[in-house]
């Protein structure tokens, strides 16, 4: 395909997307031909063991990682088709990522933390940053540094700095795996709350069936493949 879109209502699209380390005896294949799409606004939840793909597969949806074959569409681009600088400035503009240990920046503040996507391409502090800060219940916290907030705190900014672009999508990886159950309820809420406000498109990777059931559809991984795509009912 030579041109850059695809006509598509889709978020999302995933084709035959596969991933192999090694070669020969010591080939390992962490995706194997993995196709899905998402439609804009879904909650999707991605469970499996560990070992099952389902981290491999979210970092070649956050575009981290290049697959070894197979393509991903994000709003209609083929986002592999991007050079690496495109697809730096891509990712920062239409992914949000939130990692289980937060990957804040120490010597920046929780509102330089938020807006550091917006920093990085040069553009100034977004006029929905008072609404993203009271969003996370952060007013008071605006100017702390990371060591001077909670984890809880802390995963709260990671999902600030995720939403405040309104990304086309948002991925987290084991969001609540360093919280307590306390904290693992305030940071789903808040990341079902924002897939309700904005109507970004969610996708959580995770083990806990706790999590998996807030889902409205759950991807179930196996052996470095999609073995079942379910709708929940609400």
């Known amino acids: 395909m030579r041109g850059q879109e695809v006509m598509s209502n889709k978020t999302l699209e995933v084709k035959h997307l596969s991933k192999v380390y090694g070669k020969g005896e010591t080939e390992v294949r962490a995706l194997d031909d993995v196709s899905f799409s998402v439609e804009k606004g879904e909650f999707v939840a991605i469970v499996g063991a560990s070992g099952s793909g389902k981290s491999t597969l979210l970092h070649l949806l956050g575009c981290v990682d290049r697959p070894t074959s197979g393509e991903v569409f994000i709003e209609g681009q083929n986002v592999y088709n991007l050079n690496e600088t495109d697809l730096a400035i891509f990712r920062r503009r239409k992914i949000g990522l939130i990692y289980q240990f937060y990957n804040l920046i120490p010597i ?46 802390q995963q709260r900014v990671s999902v600030g700095r995720a939403i405040i672009n309104k990304p086309a999508i948002m991925l987290a990886d084991e969001p609540t795996g360093n919280l307590d159950s306390k904290h693992s309820k305030e940071i789903l809420d808040l990341l079902k709350l924002s897939n309700e406000k904005y109507g970004q498109t969610l996708i959580i990777i995770t083990h806990d069936e706790r999590i998996s059931a807030q889902a409205k559809r759950i991807l179930r991984m196996a052996d470095s493949k999609i073995i079942s795509d379910e709708v929940i009912g609400r």
């Open 108 to 153: 920046l503040n929780v509102v330089e933390n938020i807006t550091l996507p917006r920093l990085l391409d040069g553009q100034s502090e977004t006029d929905n940053l008072d609404e993203v800060i009271k969003l996370l219940g952060l007013e008071s916290r605006r100017s702390h540094l990371p060591n001077q907030l909670s984890g809880g705190q």
